[in-house]
């Protein structure tokens, strides 16, 4: 079945960097945009950043742009962010999810999250 | 951006009864709104996607409607598993934003 796994996750210093990564399977991943979505502890959902199904157009929160990169491997089935000059604030945990088609739409599929602390 | 506001914060009920929740966007977005639930520790799931359309698998208990920019989720009899946090989604302008969520508990 559809599946996203992140990994990557772990606890960083203010100012260091740090790459999250997401294995997607059961899916054409390349026919889909995937997303970040970051949950801060006891808080709500927060949109991050989107990357189209062939990877041309990307879109990024305010919060984190300049900062974070998402890119896609569509041969290996991955997504990433990279995350740059990390503050507290970034500290939540991470979720890749899937879109329902190959640009913007609902998020049909979530990976179980990878948690980032920055301390 | 587009501002997602839910009400209420927190709704008590017991299960059989009927919940109704509520996202309002500060502009137009058209149809382009979605639902989630999240239970506590778990990922969200898709219920509801542009504005009424129930997601794969999702019980018909669960429904969505729209009246120009107000959106309601309707739990028509709650089940003992329904009782989560509920966030509604827009995707109609850039940036994607969330609701704050509702909670949804046990009375």
């Known amino acids: 079945q559809e599946q996203l796994v992140e990994s990557g996750g772990g606890v960083v210093q203010p100012g260091r960097s740090l790459r999250l990564s997401c294995a997607a399977s059961g899916f054409t991943f390349s026919g889909y945009a995937m997303h970040w979505v970051r949950q801060a502890p006891g808080k709500g959902l927060e949109w991050v950043s989107t990357?189209?199904?062939?990877?041309?157009?990307?879109y990024y929160a305010e919060s984190v742009k300049g900062r974070f990169t998402i890119s896609r491997d569509n041969s290996k089935n991955m997504l990433y962010l990279q995350m740059d000059t990390l503050r507290s604030e970034d500290t939540a945990v991470y979720y890749c999810?899937?879109?329902?088609?190959?640009?913007?739409?609902?998020?049909?599929?979530w990976g179980q999250g990878t948690m980032v602390i920055v301390s | 951006e587009i501002v997602l506001t839910q009400s209420p914060a927190t709704l008590s009920l017991s299960p059989g009864e009927r919940a109704t929740l509520s996202c309002r966007a500060s502009q137009s977005i058209n149809y382009y709104l979605a639902w989630y639930q999240q239970k506590s520790g778990q990922a969200p799931r898709l219920l509801i996607y542009d504005a009424s359309n129930r997601a794969s698998g999702i019980p018909a208990r669960f429904s969505g409607s729209r009246s120009g920019t107000d959106f309601t989720l309707t739990i028509s009899s709650l089940e003992p598993e329904d009782f989560a946090v509920y966030y509604c989604?827009?995707?109609?302008?850039?940036?994607?934003?969330f609701g704050g969520g509702t909670k949804v508990e046990i009375k």
């Open positions: 999810a899937k879109s329902r088609q190959e640009t913007l739409d609902a998020f049909d599929i």
């Open positions: 990357m189209w199904y062939d990877g041309r157009d990307k």
């Open positions: 989604q827009q995707r109609s302008r850039w940036p994607v934003s």
